[in-house]
């Protein structure tokens, strides 16, 4: 049974940064391209980064370009995303799934929050 597994996030004050990580069980990564996604409140979930599988290209959504650095570990089946600079509008769950066509599950996903 494959399984996505976020974690990391926090109460963190504007300007600070957070590592989120994503383990994923089963062959979810295997030869995938991984992307982390967050869900504002209201808010329809939005893909924010994207990996390749060797890790050699990535995509940025605009809003969180320069700020967020995302990773992955293929031997640890893991994703990373390095949050930088934190802002307010940045709080949301956060998930992990394959980039721009995920699969028909989701994990629980990892909060993050950001007090001005």
């Known amino acids: 049974q494959v399984q996505l597994v976020e974690s990391g996030g926090g109460l963190v004050q504007a300007g600070g940064s957070l590592r989120l990580s994503c383990a994923a069980s089963?062959?979810?990564?295997?030869?995938?391209?991984i992307g982390w996604y967050r869900q504002a409140p209201g808010k329809e979930r939005e893909q924010v980064a994207a990996?390749?599988?060797?890790?050699?290209?990535?995509d940025y959504a605009v809003s969180v370009r320069g700020r967020f650095t995302i990773s992955r570990d293929n031997d640890k089946n893991t994703v990373y995303l390095q949050i930088n600079n934190l802002k307010p509008e940045d709080t949301a769950t956060y998930y992990c799934?394959?980039?721009?066509?995920?699969?028909?599950?989701w994990g629980q996903g990892t909060q993050v929050t950001v007090s001005s």
């Open positions: 799934n394959r980039a721009y066509s995920p699969l028909g599950f």
């Open positions: 089963g062959s979810a990564f295997s030869g995938n391209v």
């Open positions: 990996i390749s599988y060797h890790g050699l290209s990535t």
